[in-house]
């Protein structure tokens, strides 16, 4: 059975859209899904967040040019059932290469075709950059379902809408006819203002079951974790946001069948 690709993205950055790639990844692979994460943003926030340096020749930038295949740039995270594709600066300099190629929208999901369907992984989570240039266009276009990391403040809520008109030209382009939008994921709730409740209720009002019961908290810990290397689970396995990251990985993993 091919693997369900999810890209998770947000054009804005600071709303722990890496955080859910790293812990839902993680939590995910906990639960036994053979989770691989393909860090696809040149700053590799999720390659370090995972206690891994960056390598030169270590990204997708080669495979994305037709020099070797996506399959061998995977490499182990420590953590069982959680592989990863590392990024590396070089992936900064895809963006205006992809432009002068004729098919410049699908050319990650050409190159992921064959792990997508290996049979090696049943989820393959890709981390954008937070902006939407080709690397997220590409990512877009790859995927199956997108899931929208959305930080609980109202300044957050206005890009939404530039995101799903841009996955919307993507279908009308040809690029990705089947990307669907797979859900909304509320992340840096903070249960002490009325502003994050507000929000999380417009949001629900508006995409209904679309947004994921499960709120991932702003706590310190989570915070602190990606610069140790690690996930919340192995800094702070007892933190509020490991037991919710627990919980949407739940959600995810009976909403997309995996």
Same mark, same amino acid.
């Given at each position: 059975?091919?693997?369900? /690709?999810?890209?998770?993205? +947000?054009?804005?950055?600071?709303? #722990? !859209?890496?955080?859910?790639?790293?812990?839902?990844?993680?939590?995910?692979?906990?639960?036994?899904?053979?989770?691989?994460?393909?860090?696809?943003?040149?700053?590799?926030n999720?390659?370090?967040?995972?206690? *891994?340096?960056?390598?030169?020749?270590?990204?997708?930038?080669?495979?994305?040019? #037709?020099?070797?295949d996506?399959?061998? @740039?995977?490499?182990?995270?420590?953590? @069982? +059932?959680?592989?990863?594709?590392?990024? $590396?600066?070089?992936?900064?300099? /895809?963006?205006?290469?992809?432009?002068?190629?004729?098919?410049?929208?699908?050319?990650?999901?050409?190159?992921?075709?064959?792990? !997508?369907?290996?049979?090696? %992984?049943?989820? /393959?989570?890709?981390?954008?950059?937070?902006?939407?240039?080709?690397?997220?266009?590409?990512?877009?276009?790859?995927?199956?379902?997108?899931?929208?990391?959305?930080?609980?403040?109202?300044?957050?809520?206005?890009?939404?809408?530039?995101?799903? =008109?841009?996955?919307? !030209?993507l279908? $009308?382009? #040809?690029?990705?006819? +089947?990307?669907?939008?797979?859900?909304?994921?509320? =992340? &840096?709730?903070?249960?002490?203002?009325?502003l994050?409740r507000?929000?999380?209720?417009e949001?629900? @009002?508006?995409? #209904?079951? &679309?947004? %994921? @019961? =499960?709120v991932?908290?702003? =706590?310190?810990? *989570?915070? $602190?974790?990606?610069? %140790?290397?690690?996930? /919340?689970?192995?800094?702070?396995?007892?933190?509020?946001?490991?037991?919710a990251? !627990? +919980?949407?990985?739940?959600?995810?993993?009976?909403?997309?069948s995996?």
């Open positions: 059975m091919p693997a369900t /690709i999810i890209t998770i993205a +947000n054009q804005k950055g600071g709303v #722990g !859209k890496t955080a859910t790639a790293i812990n839902l990844g993680a939590a995910l692979a906990a639960r036994g899904v053979r989770t691989l994460l393909l860090d696809m943003d040149p700053q590799a999720a390659t370090s967040g995972l206690g *891994l340096e960056k390598m030169a020749d270590g990204s997708i930038y080669d495979p994305l040019h #037709g020099d070797g996506a399959a061998e @740039k995977v490499v182990p995270t420590g953590i @069982k +059932n959680l592989s990863i594709i590392p990024s $590396e600066v070089d992936l900064a300099a /895809i963006e205006i290469e992809l432009a002068q190629k004729p098919d410049y929208l699908i050319q990650l999901s050409n190159c992921l075709d064959s792990l !997508k369907n290996s049979d090696k %992984f049943g989820v /393959i989570l890709i981390d954008c950059p937070p902006a939407l240039g080709l690397l997220s266009m590409n990512s877009l276009a790859a995927a199956d379902y997108l899931l929208i990391a959305l930080q609980c403040e109202y300044l957050a809520m206005e890009g939404l809408g530039q995101i799903l =008109t841009v996955v919307d !030209k279908r $009308e382009a #040809g690029a990705s006819p +089947n990307l669907e939008l797979g859900g909304i994921a509320m =992340t &840096m709730y903070d249960m002490r203002t009325n994050s507000q929000v999380v209720e949001v629900r @009002k508006h995409f #209904g079951d &679309m947004v %994921f @019961k =499960t991932i908290p702003r =706590t310190i810990r *989570l915070g $602190e974790a990606p610069s %140790f290397g690690q996930t /919340i689970f192995q800094y702070d396995a007892l933190n509020p946001s490991a037991s990251y !627990k +919980n949407l990985a739940g959600e995810v993993r009976k909403r997309f995996l």
